[in-house]
Structures are given as C-alpha cells and as structure tokens.
T-cell receptor
Framework: AQTVTQSQPEMSVQEAETVTLSCTYD???????LFWYKQPPSRQMILVIR??????QNATENRFSVNFQKAAKSFSLKISDSQLGDAAMYFC????????????FGTGTRLTIIP | EPEVTQTPSHQVTQMGQEVILRCVPI?????FYWYRQILGQKVEFLVS????????KSEIFDDQFSVERPDGSNFTLKIRSTKLEDSAMYFC?????????FGPGTRLTVT
C-alpha cells in the first residue's frame, strides 16, 4: 500500500518570503499522480497543484511550484511571495495512475503567515 | 466555474439515528468519492463510485454505510446507525479522471 509522509506538522513564514513544505511517499508503482491540497479554516479542500509522475518538468501554478524528485520519492511544495491568504493546512496526496483510484493523504502541515 | 456542492453544511444527530449526506458532483464528471476527516486528523478515503456501482471501499466503509446516485445528479452517503466515532467532516469529491475536486464538506456531529 502507498504511504504519504509529511514530516513538518507546522511551518511559519514571514509575509512575502518563500517557504517549502516537504512530502515523501512510498510506492512500487511507476505511474501515479501527486497533488497538494490547501485546507483553510473553512475546511474546504482546494486543489493547489498536481504533478504527473511521467513528467520530468516540475509543475508550477503562479506562486506555487513543486520540486519532484522521483528517485527520492520526494514532492515538496514551494510557495513564493507568501500572502496572508496562504495560511492553511496543506496536504500532500498520492493517486495511482491505474483506473479509478482513491487519494491517499499525508497528515498535513499547518502553515502560518507572519505579517 | 462548476463546483461540487454538499448539503447540509452541518448535521447534528443522536447516536443510533440514520443520516443522509448529499452531494451534487460537477455535471460532466464520471467518478465520485466520499472521504472523511476526523477533527485534527488526515483525510481518509471511504468509497469510490463509478458507473452506478462501488469501485472500491475502505475498511471504514462497513455495513453501516451505503452510497447511492438516485437521480443521475445527486450522490448520497447514508449512515444507518450513527456512532459517536462517526463524528467527522465528510467530503464528497468528483473527478473527470485523475484530478479530484472536493465539495465544502458536511460536518457531522453525533451526540
């Protein structure tokens, strides 16, 4: 079974600075997808960014980018120019590339933005 | 932009009662999911649904749980006899293939 590990329960960053959230995963599959979801205090789960395992290029969405290291099974999220609205829980998630597959989530990292 | 919607936003029920949580997935999506999140914990998979049948279910999804897509738009999760430990946030998600889009969740409180 696949596992997802987020080793940083909490992180904080000064507004306008850059922060990196870590995620590692364990799988024997070659085809899979990785995601970062944001959960603000409203508890809505918001998709931030996705990465296909077969793509070597790291995904980028505006201020959010990932560092995908397939051999190391590492998938970190970098948030540039941090804003107060980025304060939330961030969950890393894994999905197998085969068929209709569930998401397996990590335990989350709570990100605090310091004004 | 289309969104997944869920009702109610908050449900309070007594132990042993039946509850039905409702979801309206995004209209052209084919895959549907229920997840739950106990307060302070990670999001856990309950069940996936495709082509009007369950594709996969977790160990949590025991005989007390059932899902249905009664009318081609709604997707429901029923808990037949709620327990205190069923108190959690329940999320519905839908997917066109591999990206899953979540609804705002239903907070279930069992007293």
């Amino acid at each position: 079974a696949q596992t997802v590990t987020q080793s940083q329960p909490e992180m904080s960053v000064q507004e306008a600075e850059t922060v990196t959230l870590s995620c590692t995963y364990d799988t024997s599959e070659s085809d899979y997808y990785l995601f970062w979801y944001k959960q603000p205090p409203s508890r809505q789960m918001i998709l931030v960014i996705r990465q296909e395992a077969y793509k070597q290029q790291n995904a980028t969405e505006n201020r959010f980018s990932v560092n995908f290291q397939k051999a190391a099974k590492s998938f970190s999220l970098k948030i540039s120019d941090s804003q107060l609205g980025d304060a939330a829980m961030y969950f890393c998630a894994y999905r197998s590339g085969f068929g209709n597959e569930k998401l397996t989530f990590g335990t989350g990292t709570r990100l605090t933005i310091i004004p | 932009e289309p969104e997944v919607t869920q009702t109610p936003s908050h449900q309070v029920t007594q132990m042993g009662q039946e509850v039905i949580l409702r979801c309206v997935p995004i209209s052209n999506h084919l895959y549907f999911y229920w997840y739950r999140q106990i307060l302070g914990q990670k999001v856990e998979f309950l069940v996936s649904f495709y082509n009007n049948e369950i594709s996969e279910k977790s160990e949590i999804f025991d005989d007390q749980f059932s899902v249905e897509r009664p009318d081609g738009s709604n997707f429901t999760l029923k808990i037949r006899s709620t327990k205190l430990e069923d108190s959690a946030m329940y999320f519905c998600a839908s997917s066109p293939y591999y990206e899953q889009y979540f609804g705002p969740g239903t907070r279930l409180t069992v007293t």
